[in-house]
């Protein structure tokens, strides 16, 4: 099946996650990013070489870009790369690397793709609070920097998905 218009949505996307990570952080402890949605939402025909590689790419390009630690937001995508396969198997079944099919709202429905989304920024989360805090921080805080982060960044990170999963024109996903 074509995807046409995922690579040029994926770049503006991760333009958009630059521009968030620059102009509009909510709080100074409070992260919002749609990267790890992007990662999941990759083609299924990617292998994991190739998820690891692009979630590389954009997490480089969002860190060297945006005011932050440097290899931040790598450290962070690259375990949800290499789990994405695991992740989609799980949550949405083999039937879709059988029929080599991609991730679709409309066919799995808000449920699906809303705990698939949660569990991969769950992932991102923890990791990069856990670099980004490095001992400095206590626990409860590290929780509510946790809480707050996936609070905002399910809504926008939601949003990016439906739109990268919504059908063209030609009814070709």
């Not at 990570?21 to 990267?35: G, R």
């Not at 480089?60 to 440097?70: A, E, K, M, T």
């Not at 769950?122 to 929780?143: E, P, Q, S």
């Amino acid at each position: 099946m074509k995807r046409n218009h995922f690579w040029p949505l994926f770049a503006l996307m991760v333009v958009i996650q630059v521009i968030v990570c620059n102009f509009a952080p909510p709080v100074p402890y409070m992260t919002v990013s749609i990267l790890p949605a992007l990662i999941l939402l990759l083609p299924i025909g990617f292998h994991t070489f190739q998820d690891l590689l692009l979630a590389f790419v954009a997490g480089i390009l969002v860190d060297l870009l945006s005011d932050g630690i440097p290899g931040l937001n790598v450290a962070a995508l690259l375990p949800v790369a290499f789990l994405r396969r695991s992740i989609t198997i799980l949550v949405f079944g083999k039937e879709l690397y059988a029929r080599d099919e991609s991730v679709s709202l409309e066919k799995h429905g808000t449920l699906k793709l809303s705990v698939a989304i949660l569990i991969v920024q769950f992932i991102f989360f923890i990791i990069y609070i856990f670099i980004d805090a490095a001992g400095t921080r206590t626990l409860w805080f590290c929780l509510l920097w946790l809480v707050l982060s996936m609070a905002t960044s399910y809504p926008v990170a939601f949003l990016a998905a439906s739109c990268l999963t919504k059908k063209n024109k030609s009814g070709w996903n």
